[in-house]
């Protein structure tokens, strides 16, 4: 094809894309302006422009589905639904960004990707009810490439051209802004716009591509077979050893179901004979991969209890069990699209989010320990040193879990991960941590970047990075020992610290040392096991 011929069809399928998906492209457009500012720096619009970046992606995702929403009956309602729905959601998110403290932005950060995982299900929905469907996925990943691939072409040429003319013909002030907004415009507007152009019309004909079949079948489905039959080994060693080691198995697994919907998805349209095995069998094949998982997932749940991680890998795998039985029925896969729609609108749109469900459930297993060992009285925590070491572990686990989640808790959690600051050992009894012999303590320390230091007094600066297994770092030929330095500045900072302050340290009289950071490691005698340190001495 001559590259007119090239240009023309990307043309013509651009101006379709905007003809059948204009709302969505719409909305990509006005993402791509926002962004495009944001490295400009428009500084007095900052605010206003992240909130709607935040909520881009609910007009963008919504405006595809939308677009795809067809009515013999009832046209003009279908055509004001193109346009209010992505528009209601994308006003719905920005005004519960500008309302929402610091203390919601995690769930509006899930709302916003709940309701985008939704609207991507109902998508692929739509566009499994058509009649020629088995050819869709692999038609879809194909053109997402392709377009990837083309807007790549596009960008290192548009960049080249930039890179000429910043050094040929005028000096750019700042040409990494014009880079950034290049990039933008390929990989966001222009990939978007053609990919959409891609999403096949009801009565127009996919068919499988020979390179796109040439890889996924003879090169990537070999190596996913040979990671299902160590799979299987893993299990048949588990049978024999009759002993499940926790925290092996699940990555493994997550990945072998997600690559068997893949290969499930791509090979539907192939009609060669391992290809209809798999897609007939493959879902049986995977039960026991799915049961082994889930049998890791609840002795970790029994043991210690949901967290997040936990929920959406339960999602997930509700997920993939619906795409199984959808082989094992022979139906069409819009059944499974549907009921993933419905599983996310569950984790991530509901009470039942993966948010809160830890936070309910890992505040039941603190109160649960406490009243087996009558250490509440009135809503307050009464210190027993006598509890077991699993009871020990569960408050552990169930305390750093709540400690660290961005979600809202309750009063009686605040409480137990001591919002007023109070020490673990004197609320429960025992250690946050018990003592081990290779015990180590880490603290790291930041310098502040906004404040200026005097220089007048120096004659010379010297930058210098060391590595170290003591306190002593070498600077050019010289050795100076920081021990001291280092003791008081954890003594002044236990937690370490981050940007409080400047990390000056005059070493004598004729030379300070200015750190930029410092990672220090201790063990339990306080004798400095690794130190890393950036920054600058200065000599009077």
Avoid at 172 to 195: D, M, Q, R, V
Avoid at 255 to 261: I, K, P, Q, R
Wanted: aromatic share 16%; with cysteine; net charge negative.
């Amino acid at each position: 094809m001559r590259i007119k011929d090239f240009a023309l069809k990307l043309i013509r399928r651009m101006a379709d894309s905007l003809k059948r998906f204009y709302v969505p492209c719409a909305f990509c457009l006005l993402c791509f302006v926002l962004l495009s500012a944001e490295i400009i720096s428009v500084k007095s619009l900052s605010e206003k422009i992240d909130r709607l970046i935040y909520s881009c992606p609910l007009g963008i995702f919504s405006g595809v589905f939308a677009s795809l929403l067809k009515s013999e009956k009832r046209p003009s309602l279908i055509k004001a639904v193109r346009i209010t729905l992505p528009a209601g959601l994308f006003a719905v998110g920005f005004v519960a960004r500008f309302f929402i403290g610091e203390d919601y932005l995690a769930y509006y950060n899930m709302a916003v990707l709940g309701i985008c995982g939704v609207m991507l299900f109902l998508t692929m929905f739509l566009l499994s009810m058509r009649r020629d469907e088995k050819p869709l996925f692999g038609h879809l990943l194909k053109s997402f490439v392709f377009v990837q691939c083309v807007c790549l072409i596009i960008f290192v040429g548009l960049s080249l051209c930039i890179w000429a003319f910043d050094s040929l013909i005028y000096s750019l002030n700042s040409p990494w802004k014009l880079y950034e907004i290049t990039g933008l415009f390929c990989h966001l507007l222009l990939a978007f716009c053609l990919f959409v152009s891609f999403i096949p019309e009801e009565d127009e004909q996919l068919k499988s591509e020979g390179l796109y079949t040439l890889l996924v079948y003879k090169v990537a489905f070999p190596v996913y077979l040979l990671l299902l039959a160590i799979l299987y080994a893993y299990f048949g060693k588990i049978i024999f050893t009759w002993n499940l080691p926790s925290g092996k198995i699940n990555w493994f697994s997550s990945f072998a179901l997600l690559f068997y919907v893949f290969f499930y998805l791509s090979l539907r349209s192939e009609e060669t004979r391992p290809a209809v095995i798999f897609v007939k069998y493959a879902g049986i094949a995977m039960a026991p991969v799915v049961i082994l998982q889930l049998t890791a997932i609840i002795i970790r749940l029994r043991e210690y209890g949901f967290t997040s991680p936990r929920v959406l890998s339960l999602a997930f795998i509700a997920i993939g069990v619906a795409f199984m039985a959808d082989s094992v029925l022979k139906k069409n896969p819009k059944t499974a699209y549907l009921f993933g729609a419905i599983v996310i609108f569950t984790v991530t749109l509901t009470p039942l989010n993966c948010i809160d469900i830890p936070i309910y459930n890992q505040t039941a297993i603190i109160k649960e320990v406490l009243t087996q060992n009558d250490m509440l009285k009135e809503g307050e925590i009464i210190p027993n040193p006598d509890l077991s070491p699993e009871q020990r572990d569960r408050i552990r686990s169930a305390h750093e879990y709540l400690r660290q989640t961005e979600g809202r808790l309750s009063e009686f959690a605040q409480r137990a991960v001591f919002a007023e600051s109070r020490d673990f050992e004197a609320a429960y009894g025992f250690p946050y941590e018990e003592e081990r012999e290779d015990e180590r303590d880490y603290n790291r320390y930041f310098a502040s970047y906004e404040e200026k230091i005097d220089i007048s007094g120096y004659s010379m600066m010297r930058p210098f990075s060391c590595d170290s297994r003591s306190s002593s770092i070498t600077i050019g030929e010289e050795d100076f020992d920081i021990y001291d330095y280092l003791i008081a500045l954890k003594a002044l900072y236990p937690e370490g610290m981050n940007s409080n302050s400047s990390l000056l340290f005059s070493y004598d009289d004729e030379r300070d040392l200015y750190f930029t950071n410092i990672n220090v490691e201790y063990d339990r005698e306080k004798n400095i096991t690794y130190l890393y340190c950036e920054g600058y001495l200065f000599i009077n």
